[in-house]
């Protein structure tokens, strides 16, 4: 029951993809993205894109996971056309945002097929509320790495949690 659930989430999520202008999404991957075998979408990487402050993304963020190594990659289908892109880091509800670790410095790749277009490192404030980060021009491009070099401390779990992630070009949101 719990595959036929999924497939019909990714069958009808993928559906929209054509028949919308919105960015397309091709994959999302992550490193040790938590899953809960009750929910299984409960810290998937697609609740980033939800425009829901109450679902989240998580990943255990332990020795395991790999500095060298990005944190997100998301593949778009389509080039599309960006400056920025707005981060809610942290789990969005105030009983669990210190509880676990928020994104503190952050690098940002942008990518166009293999060649690297742009590589810039951010510093995000402890705060529940969006972040921009601005990149120097537009880029069209189809693939971005995200890297987590440092964050603030969890108080309880270690879980790093993303609980918005969108993108922007021209000051307005793409939706996803």
Request: one cysteine or more.
């Amino acid at each position: 029951m719990k595959k036929f659930f999924l497939f019909v989430v990714y069958f009808l999520f993928f559906l929209n993809c054509f028949f919308s202008n919105d960015i397309k999404l091709y994959t999302v991957l992550s490193q040790n993205f938590i899953k809960d075998e009750k929910n299984i979408v409960r810290y998937s990487p697609l609740n980033m894109f939800d425009d829901d402050e109450s679902t989240v993304f998580a990943v255990t963020f332990d020795n395991n996971v790999k500095k060298d190594k990005p944190v997100l990659t998301i593949n778009f289908s389509d080039d599309e056309e960006i400056d920025s892109l707005s981060i809610k880091a942290g789990y969005f509800d105030a009983r669990f945002y210190e509880k676990n670790f928020r994104i503190r410095q952050i690098r940002i790749e942008l990518y166009n097929s293999n060649t690297k277009l742009y590589d810039n490192t951010f510093f995000l404030k402890d705060t529940q509320k969006s972040q921009v980060l601005s990149f120097k021009k537009p880029y069209s491009i189809n693939k971005v790495y995200i890297y987590v070099d440092e964050v603030y401390e969890s108080k309880k779990w270690n879980d790093l949690v993303i609980s918005d992630l969108a993108f922007i070009c021209n000051s307005k949101i793409i939706p996803v």
